[in-house]
């Protein structure tokens, strides 16, 4: 039968059960997350006289976690209202409830008997077909569940979530040995497609993939970290951006995990596979030991490898002195400095990593070079080794590695970047044992992991002993690939032009953080020029990069202020409105796409298509008020369409509209998600969600075409904006002088405020009226100039072009 999954219910509501319950509500899937009732009161309830029978007392537990879920920063949930649909019980008076949902996840202690209890429990009431999952780590799905029905086996897998499960794509999904096939297609497809995330199929072994190779990685590296005599600082410069991993490098990630979690997994690791040739290195260190005894846990105790600590009222971060286990001020990483700064140099992560790993080899005395070798060499070698017990295909091990702890590369992906058996020599030129799989691959000639094969990637398989095509969704298009199979039809450094298939383009921009210049206003004009021929149907606008876009290029549109120069200026205010109107009124339909960073005249281009595609993690906002500015390619006339315009044609509240649009500019708020962003009014009730961001072009093209089939005709050019006049802008006044008396706004963040009211408003008219939109455009140009002649704007300008920061004057 098919699986449908409509409800949910998470059983434990410490850190990953309340984040899952609150990822799954955010697709708008009702969630059920129980805990057991506490069996003492708390002093306080002792003091209200309440027993452990109250209502409130029953469910104190599975509260706490649900408040700690819904104020964690950053944010487990895509809106505030996705809290709503979860709801609260305890695993006594509540367990029945299990019998109506459609998935139910275990994510309690991590520790066999317990979870064997409640799976027992689970299969007493639990409806057939429904799914059980295990969010265990690395527990066995078989001995969790030991002892269940035949029927419970076939829909019982794992589904271990990595932690933010929001903000980490990886979701490793482990069948059991009896697990229904049918089920875990389900599960998976369930996965990708509404919850967003990067699935991995993992065989039924110790940690699995992700958990069993991390710990590795981190113990192989403080081994040789404590031998060799680096520092926190040291060690967390070289193993972070600098080899394509985050910002958490080595000792923050460790803190962030909580160093007293590493010692148990890497402790149970050691148990749980005797025949790892490596099983040595799981054994946990004394410095860990130490710092676990001391209370050195990691971030939630306050103190790790790093403590946060008060210096003259500013707060830093002090390292750990791995020696002597004292916290000393940040001391920098200048032994390693040269050699980083001279690495940095190569923006190209391959070629850098192949400089290090090369210096590694003729430079023994470059501690830099030698740690980066030492990071990078043995995790590639055991993942290689580890296969196929763990998994079968060298893209599931990269995949885990790269969606579960946010690396540029998996370890065969940087294999095949340094070479395969340039590699394989640097391994064995340090002892390090290369996988007999590998060696065999060596001597058939094969020079790579991956290959293309006529416009298909492959990827090796180890249990096949063959290059297999890797699956892929229909919606999931490479802007990458379609470039190297040269489908780009115009472009130029900050923007390009791709034919994305079945009649449909994509502008793409490409420049430094996707900014808006005089290059994409080129190339605007030319698409839209091309997009007449009777071969395309629609345009896409988006990109695969890291952001959709930061807005406009500020250095452009400072220029010609520095040189007073302010008819340049307006003429590059009119090219901007000139080229968004363009898009909005296009003949065919242009479907936009946003994801990530979406801010300023990013989020102006973002608002002209006439179907909006967003990714769930777009974080949208017009925030030109924070430079001095207002919105300056048609930000405030859009605003005032959709939701001033809006609420008057619907006999609405037309000041709270107005409120509503005002406040949104002038405190410059930035939505967390695509459901704010929807809640703001930066998107419409009818665009489009889209979880999985693979996806995200590939969803655009489908609403292209859509909208292309349907005798699509153009938005009606005409009077679709209502200025409210000099009424409302008078409350604005009034709400502005408010602000300053008290103290939440200088004197000029009153005067930008006053011109971005006088805009919203539409002017100072007698009578509110709908007005065409050029008459909105007008205003908005018109103030955006005058601002930008006034020093205090162009100080605020110049204090974000040079130091990234925003200037209160």
């Known amino acids: ?302 103190q790790g490898f790093y403590k946060e600590t008060k210096v003259d009222g500013k707060r830093e971060f002090w390292p750990l002195d791995l020696q002597t286990l004292a916290y000393v001020p940040p001391q920098g990483s200048a032994d390693v400095q040269s050699f980083i700064d001279e690495m940095k140099a190569i923006k190209d992560l391959p070629a850098r990593l192949r400089a290090m790993l090369q210096r590694a080899s003729a430079a023994p005395e470059e501690r830099g070079a030698q740690l980066v070798a030492q990071t990078l060499l043995p995790v590639m070698a055991y993942a290689a080794r580890r296969l196929p017990e763990i998994a079968d295909s060298v893209a599931d091990v990269d995949n885990a590695m790269r969606w579960g702890f946010a690396q540029e590369l998996g370890p065969f992906q940087i294999w095949d970047a340094l070479g395969l058996a340039e590699t394989a020599a640097l391994m064995e030129a340090r002892d390090i044992e290369v996988a007999h799989w590998v060696k065999a691959l060596l001597a058939q000639g094969e020079v790579s992991f991956y290959k293309m094969t006529d416009g298909q990637q492959l990827a090796y398989d180890v249990t096949q002993r063959r290059y297999v095509v890797l699956p892929r969704h229909p919606l999931a298009i490479s802007l990458a690939e379609l470039k190297a199979q040269g489908k780009e039809i115009a472009g130029n450094q900050s923007a390009g032009l791709i034919d994305i298939g079945a009649g449909v383009l994509c502008f793409e921009l490409r420049g430094k953080a996707n900014t808006i210049d005089g290059y994409v206003l080129e190339l605007a004009e030319e698409t839209l020029r091309i997009l007449q021929d009777e071969c395309w149907v629609g345009l896409v606008v988006g990109n695969q990069g890291a952001r959709f876009s930061a807005g406009a290029n500020l250095r452009d549109l400072a220029t010609p202020v520095e040189f007073g120069d302010f008819d340049t200026l307006n003429d590059l205010l009119q090219a901007f409105h000139a080229m968004m109107q363009a898009f909005r009124f296009a003949p065919k339909p242009v479907v936009t796409a946003p994801f990530g960073q979406t801010l300023g005249g990013g989020a102006e281009l973002a608002m002209v298509g006439v179907r909006t595609v967003a990714a769930a993690e777009t974080y949208m906002g017009l925030v030109e008020f924070g430079v001095g500015l207002i919105p300056g390619a048609g930000g405030c006339k859009e605003l005032n369409r959709r939701i001033i315009a809006e609420a008057a044609r619907n006999g609405g509240d037309t000041l709270k509209a107005f409120q509503r649009v005002f406040e949104a500019i002038s405190l410059a708020k930035v939505a967390t998600s695509a459901l704010e962003a929807r809640e703001l009014g930066f998107l419409r009730a009818d665009d489009v969600i889209v979880f999985n961001q693979d996806l995200l072009i590939g969803a655009a093209r489908q609403e292209v075409l859509k909208l292309a089939e349907n005798d699509y005709a153009p938005p009606v050019a005409g009077a679709n904006c209502y200025a409210m006049g000099r009424d409302a802008l008078a409350a604005a006044r009034v709400a502005i002088y408010q602000m300053v008396q008290g103290g939440y706004a200088s004197e000029y963040d009153a005067f930008i405020a006053d011109k971005l009211a006088f805009v919203l408003a539409g002017g100072e008219l007698s009578s509110p009226q709908f007005v065409d939109e050029q008459y909105i455009l007008d205003l908005e140009r018109t103030m955006f100039v005058e601002l930008a002649r006034q020093e205090k704007t162009q100080a605020r300008a110049r204090a974000m072009l040079e130091t990234g920061k925003l200037l209160r004057n």
Request: charged fraction near 25%.
């Open 1 to 302: 039968m098919p699986y449908q999954i409509k409800r949910v219910a998470v059983i434990g509501a410490g850190t990953m059960g309340a984040a899952i319950a609150g990822l799954v509500a955010g697709t708008g899937i009702p969630v059920l997350l129980l805990d057991m009732p506490p069996t003492a009161l708390t002093a306080d309830e002792e003091a209200k006289g309440l027993h452990l029978s109250h209502p409130t007392v029953r469910n104190r537990i599975v509260k706490q976690g649900f408040d700690r879920m819904r104020s964690a920063r950053p944010a487990n949930l895509l809106s505030a209202v996705s809290a709503e649909l979860i709801s609260l019980g305890n695993t006594e008076d509540d367990f029945d409830r299990l019998a109506e949902c459609d998935w139910i996840v275990e994510a309690i202690v991590e520790k066999i008997a317990p979870k064997q209890a409640l799976m027992a429990r689970i299969e007493a009431v639990r409806k057939p077909g429904s799914l059980v999952t295990s969010n265990t780590s690395g527990i066995p799905i078989g001995v969790i569940a030991a002892g269940r029905s035949a029927e419970f086996r076939r829909h019982f897998f794992g589904t271990h979530f990595f932690n933010p499960p929001r903000y980490l794509k990886l979701l490793e999904l482990i069948p059991g040995a009896d697990s229904d096939p049918a089920a875990v297609a389900a599960m998976r497809e369930f996965a990708e497609i509404t919850l967003g995330k990067g699935v991995v199929i993992c065989k039924d072994r110790p940690n699995f993939i992700g958990n069993r190779l991390g710990t590795f990685s981190a113990m192989s590296d403080l081994r040789f970290i404590l031998d060799k005599g680096y520092t926190v600082e040291e060690v967390d410069a070289l193993t972070g951006p600098l080899i394509g991993r985050p910002n958490t490098a080595t000792f923050r990630l460790l803190d962030l995990a909580g160093n007293d979690i590493m010692a148990y997994v890497a402790d149970n690791l050691y148990d749980a596979i005797p025949d790892d040739e490596s099983r040595a290195t799981f054994r946990s260190t004394d410095l860990l030991q130490k710092m676990v005894a001391a209370g050195k846990l990691g971030k939630k105790a306050n």
